[in-house]
Nanobody, 115 residues
Framework: QVQLVESGGGLVQVGGSLRLSCAAS????????MGWYRQTPGKQRELVAV???????NYADSVKGRFTISTDIAKNTVYLQMNSLKAEDTAVYLC?????????WGQGTQVTVSS
């Protein structure tokens, strides 16, 4: 299993920005997908953004044009740049990677957007 360490969450006002980081214990080249999910109480976990080892990206409709997922190969890290944040973006954000069909999850980082 791949170990993941997330950082970058916090409290921000509506319209602000945050960047989440997720450092993996394995080389990005060995991972099939890296992505970010979010979860709020009483709701299903939602895919926010995903990037493949080939660099292809996909986003939830609700964040398209505002969020950007990227990787730093040298640091084995995936980032989620979040701009123009809305109150409804408030959630626990979890990093997820898939290696040979086996998923691994980070511990989650809280993002709170205040109006």
């Amino acid at each position: 299993q791949v170990q993941l360490v997330e950082s970058g969450g916090g409290l921000v006002q509506v319209g602000g920005s945050l960047r989440l980081s997720c450092a993996a214990s394995a080389s990005i080249f060995s991972l099939n997908f890296m992505g970010w999910y979010r979860q709020t109480p009483g709701k299903q976990r939602e895919l926010v953004a995903v990037i493949s080892s080939g660099g292809f990206t996909n986003y939830a409709d609700s964040v398209k044009g505002r969020f950007t997922i990227s990787t730093d190969i040298a640091k084995n890290t995936v980032y989620l740049q979040m701009n123009s944040l809305k109150a409804e973006d408030t959630a626990v954000y979890l990093c997820n990677v898939n290696k040979n069909g086996i998923p691994s999850w980070g511990q989650g980082t809280q993002v709170t957007v205040s109006s």
